[in-house]
């Protein structure tokens, strides 16, 4: 899951760079990130820290640059001089979304190479001494009129699917809106002890809290009586647990800072953790606290009893030798469809859609989560899960290290509904090599049985170029709700759960965990106390502690519905890491 960057918009809506503001430019060889061959690009660096690739070197008379291949930036970068594979090369290590990628390019001499070192240099300083310089596209904006919703599709906005809604004014607390003169809103909402101010135009809210409540009662691993392993990987584990107080069922992930920090996983999960405060949506699963140990970061979430659509599938195919019903996954695709609606809605790309991360709960709704776990050497079926990322779901921009926006979940969900309907992958291969030739120029086939408009809403999403691809446009998930397959869905019935699933998990208790995999929830319940103390609960790091941790910030209580409001953006940028030296 992730929040906006250079990539916010398709390439072609977004306003182009002036030459006058270039710094640098050449010829420079880029390394692909998934397939490692080289490949010539003409670069060009600019003021506002932006770095762009070019196929061809644009004319002299050009003014304006628009539509590169890679859209990249130096902005809170680590840059290494490196000699291996190639001689006279340099990596860019930073922030694509929230994952922490290193970029290589080689030059044709030391002395080019160098003269590009001193280049991003300066720029990257210059932008870190001076962060009001940040480039305003970055907070991705769609919209056309000026009266727009700042960083909403001006298609969906006067829908209720895609807004989400800071304070329920159904709550008992009660909201007051504050009239002016003229009979507008005024930019304060008042609840019981809150009160909520806005920034002009509402582009970005700060919520106080003046009760004694607001001294929160500090949650700790104390709270929680641990009872089943749910999910178990290289970062840590994940455990259905009870909260004390209330007796509440919950999923509680538990990741290791130390493996984290190793992974340089550290601004993924600070962004994972601020996004899911921020969203609420029916479809989405729902973060209920967040608070750290001294060795652990621990993430309170709901419990979705009904395990993933893996699991279901998988178990339809073996029974049937066949995927779903068209109903079946018509259902699914849309629950989903409505879900990542609102992340773009909300300036967030989600980007790690996949059978795995799609959860049901006990009425059998979807439920979207990013556990961030990838599991240790084990395997389900004919598909081995031994690595983080999951090669069969890339988009072909992603491999080509093109630059990359929303589309990419359009191809994320067109893999997932080919899956869903058909029983298998559209593209796979044993071989990644393989695999990532049959994503970028395979041909797409289809089963005899699929329905014609199953197969136009396939193609249209699995589409190779993001820009043609169905949702690719400004319009967004409209023009693929707008599809003839699903004309059978009333979309608002459908977000208001009003629509019986096509399927109900059949549960014996509320604890039931016969939805996830033996091989956890077997396994014995068992958190290991940091090296050094043995014995005693791991304990909570207090809020002011947390100032001289690397993981700043990460407490959080759900009080409030959400933190995203009506005519609201998520203003935070993932985070990177300060510029180093050269080594």
Known sequence: MSISSNSSKPSSDKPGKLREDTVFESWLSKRGEHIKTWRARYFMLFKDGSLYGFKAKPEDDIKELKSPLNDFTVRDIQLMKVERPKPNSFIIRGLQWTTVIERMFHAENSALREQWVLAIKAVSE???????????????????????IPGTNHYMQNTTLFTSVAVNINDPQGVELQ???????????????????TTNNSSLIQ???????????????????????LGKGTFGKVILCRERRTSSLYAIKILKKEVIIEKDEVAHTLTENRVLQRCKHPFLTELSYSFQTSDRLCFVMEFAIGGDLYY?????????????????????GAEIVLALGYLHENNIVYRDL???????????????????????????????????????????????????????DWWGVGIVLYEL????????????EKLFELILIGTLR??????????????GLLVKNPNDRLGGGPEDAKQIMEQEFFDSIDWVKLYNKQITPP????????????????????????????????????????????????????????????????RSILTEQGEGEIMEGIS
């Open 126 to 148: 210059s932008l870190r001494q001076n962060p009001s310089h940040i480039q305003e596209e970055e907070q991705m904006d769609c919209s056309t009129g000026a009266t727009a």
């Open 179 to 197: 009239k002016q003169g003229n009979g507008s809103v005024g930019n304060e909402l008042q609840t019981n002890g809150y009160h909520i101010k």
């Open 207 to 229: 919520i106080t809290d003046d009760t004694e409540t607001s001294k929160r009662r500090k949650i700790g691993l104390e709270d929680f009586e641990f009872l089943k392993v």
């Open 312 to 332: 279901h599938l998988n178990k339809q195919v073996q029974q049937h030798r066949q995927g779903f019903s068209e109903d079946r996954a018509r259902f699914y």
């Open 354 to 408: 996949k059978l795995e991360n799609l959860l049901l709960d006990k009425e059998g709704h979807i439920k979207i989560a990013d556990f961030g776990l990838c599991k240790e050497d084990i395997s389900f079926g004919d598909r081995t899960r031994t690595f983080c990322g999951t090669p069969e779901y890339i988009a072909p921009e992603v491999l080509e290290d093109n630059d990359y926006g929303r589309s990419v």
């Open 421 to 432: 309907i058909c029983g298998r992958l559209p593209f796979y291969s044993r071989e990644h």
């Open 446 to 459: 289809f089963p005899a049985r699929l329905s014609p408009v199953a197969k136009v809403l396939l193609t």
């Open 503 to 566: 399927y109900i998990p059949n549960l014996q208790h509320e604890q039931d965990t016969s939805y996830f995999d033996t091989d956890f929830t077997n396994e014995k319940v068992q958190l290991t106390p940091p090296s050094g103390r043995r014995t005693g609960m791991l304990q909570t790091l207090d809020e002011s502690e947390e100032l001289h941790d690397n993981f700043t910030q990460f407490s959080f209580h759900n009080s409030l519905p959400s933190s995203l409001v009506e």
